[in-house]
């Protein structure tokens, strides 16, 4: 019997992720491609400065040094919701690069396959996020269990998955500025600063 | 009419596999062409022995292992592929690895609940094998789609109407085996005739992905490129010095 649930689970989700190609198929088709210029405007600026500073080990060890156990765990919990705001606009812009990297090629036989500089960097970046926040959810659940779980340090977050967070934005903003030179250069230096 | 459809790969395979040498696909899916070239050799083969009964006896089974050897390199491919940027972490070659383990896992299971009907060890292994290889390749079509809808990725790519005309041919057989098992042997015919067509479906999803040719973009005139990596460090430099 558990046999057949687990055969006909994997026929159910081939089933419906073909299904999910054909739907996403017919809403390329129908809803209107948005304009690679409009790019900018859907961008949320990472402060690259406080990304540093919360990922910064000298300033854990500053705090941890400077306060006492339950104003450390404070400043602990609002560090880390700032730092998992930072990560939603890092996830957020690359998805926005996807989108407008595929309106680039909408209307030519040309593509970036996904193997290019920009789409390896998204892939990069989206994983790196996805470890973060889970790592970050699952830290801001855990109860203060009298001070017996640590605090855990936000440096410890430079990596996730194996990948460098900040290196790895650093190189989704290089290679989405090679993909979009042909913006007007208003738009490209907006499109820089908007990341 | 039932005749008919044996003989629908006919024209799809060969037109398939000159889709791929005109885009060059030996060099970007070498895996996926061998799988073609396999496929018209396959073809050929089996049409030139029919009337032959052990000898097309042998051949179909033959071409069957060569069939799901060269499915699973493809899927190895593309996700290869998909995830070559992260060549440097190590748990993304644990994927291709794990789906192996699953397809492999549930392939021996079925095979001890529901013992293949067929003789010699030989046949047993290759329809183990192939019923672990359409594990794989559903698994890896729905890992592609699950990729291509959290990275947010052009659904029109190579490498996903790869895995769409593997993972739909995969489905339905699959399903065709799991009714097979429940109905009997008078279910075979009708099992050979549904594993034909939708191995025909597939392949016409692989003309209709392959009909477009993709290329990647040309490479940025580098002085342009460096122009604005110039800028975008000197904006880097000043967040960092108001830090």
């Known amino acids: ?13 081939g089933a419906l992720a073909f299904i999910y190609i054909l739907r996403r198929a017919y809403a390329r088709a129908r809803d209107p491609k948005p304009d690679p210029n409009d790019a900018v405007h859907y961008l949320y600026p990472v402060d690259w400065a406080l990304l540093e500073s919360l ?3 000298a300033a854990d060890f500053a705090l941890r040094w400077s306060l006492d156990r339950r104003a450390l765990r404070a400043e602990h919990r609002r560090r880390m919701r700032l730092y998992r705001e930072l990560v939603r606009r890092m996830a957020h812009n690359s998805s926005v690069l996807a989108d407008f990297d595929d309106a680039l090629f909408a209307d030519s036989h040309l593509t970036r396959g996904p193997d290019s500089k920009l789409r390896q960097a998204i892939i990069k970046v989206r994983f790196y996020c996805a470890g973060v926040r889970l790592k970050l959810g ?8 009298f001070g017996l779980v640590p605090t855990p340090d936000l440096a410890s977050l430079r990596k996730a998955v194996e990948v460098d967070g900040p290196k790895a934005y650093d190189e989704l903003r290089v290679a989405a500025v090679e993909a979009f030179a042909r913006l007007r250069p208003n738009e490209l230096e907006a499109l820089t600063r908007g990341l | ?106 392939s021996l299971w079925r095979m001890h609940e529901v013992p293949p009907q067929v003789q010699g060890r030989l046949l047993l292994f290759i329809v183990t094998g192939e019923i672990a290889v359409r594990f794989v390749q559903v698994l890896v079509f729905v890992a592609t789609v699950g990729f291509i809808a959290f990275f947010g990725f052009r659904w029109r790519q190579y490498p996903l109407g790869i895995a769409a005309g593997f993972g739909l041919h995969s489905t339905i057989t699959l399903l065709a085996t799991t009714k097979l098992s429940d109905i009997g042997t008078r279910f075979t015919f009708l099992w050979g005739v549904i594993s034909l067509v939708a191995y025909s479906v597939a392949v016409l999803i692989w003309i209709g992905f392959f009909s477009v040719p993709q290329k ?9 490129a460096k122009h604005y990596i110039a800028l975008l460090e000197r904006y880097l430099n000043v967040l960092r010095r108001t830090r």
Do not use: N
């Open chain 1, 1 to 13: 019997m558990y046999l057949s649930i687990a055969t006909w689970l994997i026929v159910a989700s």
């Open chain 1, 55 to 57: 990922l910064d080990p």
């Open chain 1, 138 to 145: 699952v830290w801001l659940l855990l109860p203060d269990a």
């Open chain 2, 1 to 106: 009419m039932t005749d008919l459809v044996w003989y629908i790969p006919f024209p799809l395979v060969p037109l398939l596999l000159y889709l791929l040498v005109k885009r060059g696909a030996y060099g970007t899916f070498p895996c996926f062409f061998g799988y073609v070239v396999f496929g018209v050799v396959a073809v050929v083969a089996r049409f030139f022995t029919r009337s032959h009964a052990p000898l097309y006896f042998w051949t179909y089974w033959t071409t069957d292992a060569g069939y799901a050897l060269f499915g699973a390199l493809a899927m190895y491919e593309i996700l290869r592929k998909i995830l070559r940027g992260m060549t440097g972490v190590w748990w993304t070659r644990l994927i291709f690895l794990a789906v192996i383990a699953v397809g492999v896992g549930l």
């Open chain 2, 216 to 224: 990647e973009q040309p490479p940025l005139d580098p002085k342009v």
